[in-house]
């Protein structure tokens, strides 16, 4: 669990940006965190206090990088903390080096991010917009990019740096490719026919409890603002569409198609650039009873499309020299170019396919159009009554009234779902952890959450089943099966170990199998990723240490089933990189110094750590 929180909190700090922006309720109700009286800090980095409202925004902000996973909600305030200080210590001190980022790269960042773009360029409209309904100004969101791009640009200066020597990859294929030779018996379960007794069923019961329980559920009411809702109140002008018809032509239109195919005379140390262009001359006149193709198979001296007839693909301005573009761009349908000079020498050019620019009429697209409109005009009211739900459903806590009557929405319900699994919107990972976070089981207004990008909701509890233990009647044979069961891997854990023991006092291995009727069978350069055993079998066998002269290496491993395999490891050979393993070296490579640089990372950071006040009041 702490490996996928470190894998999705290292690396970029780019993701900190996007929370900013990329969900457009991230930003809502940030006049909460600068408003209000003095607050005591709860976390002091250096000079800078944070109060227990920065603590839980952090927490907010972080814990939706997880809003797919179950990961526990108290290592997830504790890994926030975490962040927010080592974040806080590497500004600091980028800040104190003097470190800076310039104008156009913060520009061309923000102008790249798709939440302030329309139709694929960067709309300063919806810009302003989206910063305005959130109380923020430009210089102050490009001050917090800055920061952002800055703390980034550190970190990739480490992390990015780290090398990998030809002793670091010797080493990795010498483990990677290490073999082991084995022998090995497997204790299968035996079943147990005999009954508990009441006392051992009993206090079974009492210790298993947990495990008979009822599965927890809630049922919630929630209100939920939509997009598509918004956009079908909406009935666009006809102005209104003729304009965004006008604005967007390239999103209604066709460019030109146009196909070339050239033969190329070209001038060269023994072609003088006359003789270029009377070889071109004469070509032309031999195009009147010669097609094109042929032509330019026997003459062109650009010998890779001379192959196809001079195919020269579709035409794109700007690949070509200016000439030849002005005048392939010139041609009509099959007629050919006087002969164009360039500076490879002279060029006769052809079109050989010619499809017209087309622009569809509003009419025929009125509808596209249309929706298009109602999309836009919706966008900005659905951002500035998200952040009406947020505030109103925060500061009425206690009821989804009084925000249904304030944005005129129902108030729907949900039947009862669990953790694990629900239907309608609990079919979402998001809504069943809130509904399950310890602020709505206290019977508050949920946090806004995000269903898609058109949807969002507030929930609150209706009613709360908890788990239950059920009574011992009802899963009295459940629980006779299970100590059967454990009885069964008790006795092959016992004759397991028994037969360990005896290996490494010195009996033979097919010795002491013989005496439990077990036969022992042997593999010889097993590799890692060998299909000869399980795959649980395999690891253990090569996390097992190696065999020393005069002392076995035995280790015993579980299966899934129950059953018991007893393994002795009798020798291991070190691997080497063989010519297959050119993919895996590189794979390696990068590995390795991924792993390194994060190390290195860590380390300068526990360093800042070490030389700054750091305070956490529990």
Same mark, same amino acid.
């Given at each position: ?14 993701? #900190? ?43 907010? +902000? ?29 500004? +600091? ?14 520009? /061309? ?42 703390? %980034? ?13 030809? +002793? ?53 009411t929630y209100v939920e603002l939509s997009l598509t809702k918004l956009m079908d109140d909406i009935q666009p002008t006809e102005e209104q569409m003729q304009a965004y018809y006008d604005d967007n032509p390239g999103l209604y239109s066709d460019k030109e198609r146009r196909k070339i195919s050239h033969i190329l005379f070209a001038k060269t140390k023994e072609t003088t650039e006359e003789q270029a262009l009377a070889k071109a001359q004469a070509a032309k006149l031999r195009l009147q009873r010669e097609s094109f193709a042929d032509l330019a198979a026997e003459l062109s001296d650009d010998t890779v499309t001379a192959k196809t007839g001079g195919d020269l693909g579709l035409f794109e301005v700007g690949v070509m020299e200016p000439d030849f573009e002005k005048a ?158 454990? /009885? ?66 035995? #280790? ?61 009041? %529990?």
């Amino acid at each position: 669990m702490l490996t996928k929180i470190r894998e999705k909190t290292q690396g970029t700090f780019a993701w #900190v940006i996007l929370i900013l922006i990329c969900v457009p309720f991230a930003l809502w109700g940030l006049q909460n965190y600068t408003e209000g009286g003095q607050e005591s800090a709860v976390i002091i980095v250096g000079d800078k206090e944070f109060v227990q409202r920065d603590v839980n925004q952090a927490y907010a +902000q972080f814990k939706q990088q997880y809003a797919e996973m179950q990961v526990p909600e108290q290592l997830l305030k504790t890994q926030a903390v975490e962040k927010l200080i080592r974040d806080e210590l590497l500004l +600091q001190h980028v800040t104190a080096e003097k470190l800076t980022v310039s104008d156009e790269t913060v520009r /061309q960042f923000i102008a790249s991010l798709q939440y302030f773009q329309r139709d694929g360029k960067f709309d300063k409209k919806q810009y302003e917009t989206m910063l305005g309904a959130q109380g923020m100004s430009p210089a102050q969101f490009v001050n917090r990019i800055r920061k952002a791009l800055l703390m %980034e640009q550190y970190q990739k200066a480490i992390t990015d740096t780290s090398f990998v020597s030809a +002793q670091d990859i010797e080493r990795f294929f010498k483990i990677q490719n290490q073999t082991r030779d084995i022998e090995y018996v497997t204790l299968k379960l035996k079943p147990v026919t005999t009954e508990p007794s009441g006392e051992e069923i009993n206090a079974y019961y009492q210790q298993q409890a947990d495990s008979y329980q009822t599965t927890e559920q809630v049922s919630v009411t929630y209100v939920e603002l939509s997009l598509t809702k918004l956009m079908d109140d909406i009935q666009p002008t006809e102005e209104q569409m003729q304009a965004y018809y006008d604005d967007n032509p390239g999103l209604y239109s066709d460019k030109e198609r146009r196909k070339i195919s050239h033969i190329l005379f070209a001038k060269t140390k023994e072609t003088t650039e006359e003789q270029a262009l009377a070889k071109a001359q004469a070509a032309k006149l031999r195009l009147q009873r010669e097609s094109f193709a042929d032509l330019a198979a026997e003459l062109s001296d650009d010998t890779v499309t001379a192959k196809t007839g001079g195919d020269l693909g579709l035409f794109e301005v700007g690949v070509m020299e200016p000439d030849f573009e002005k005048a392939a761009a010139r041609l009509t349908l099959d007629e050919v170019s006087e002969p164009v000079k360039s500076t490879f020498g002279y060029h006769l050019i052809t079109v050989t396919e010619l499809v017209p620019a087309t622009t569809q009429t509003l009419a025929k697209v009125k509808a596209e159009v249309s929706e298009a409109v109602q999309r836009v005009e919706a966008e900005t009211t659905f951002y500035e009554l998200g952040e009406i739900l947020t505030e109103v459903s925060f500061e009425n806590s206690d009821n989804l009234q009084v925000v249904a009557d304030e944005l005129g929405l129902e108030i729907q319900q949900a039947d009862f779902f669990n953790r694990d699994a629900g239907a309608g919107i609990a079919q979402q990972q998001a809504v069943r952890n809130i509904a399950f976070s310890e602020a709505v089981l206290q019977g508050n207004n949920s946090e806004p959450v995000e269903i898609g990008d058109d949807r969002l909701l507030v929930l609150r509890l209706q009613e709360h089943q908890p788990a239950e233990t059920r009574p011992l009647a009802e899963v009295r044979d459940t629980i006779i099966a299970a100590i059967q069961v454990q /009885q069964a891997k008790l006795q092959a854990e016992q004759q397991a170990d028994s037969l360990k023991q005896q290996l490494l006092s010195g009996t033979s291995f097919v010795t002491a199998a013989q005496a439990l009727d077990l036969k022992v069978e042997k593999i010889t350069g097993l590799e890692r990723d060998s299909k000869d055993l399980s795959r649980q079998l395999n690891q253990a066998v090569f996390k097992a240490a190696k065999p020393v002269p005069g002392q076995s290496t035995v #280790v015993v491993v579980a299966t899934p089933a129950g059953d018991q395999a007893v393994i002795n490891v009798l020798a291991v050979t070190d691997g080497v990189e063989t010519a297959a393993d050119a993919e895996k070296a590189k794979l390696a490579v990068a590995n390795i110094a991924r792993a390194l640089g994060q190390s290195d990372y860590a380390a300068v950071v526990d360093g800042m750590r070490a030389s700054t006040r750091v305070s956490i009041r %529990e």
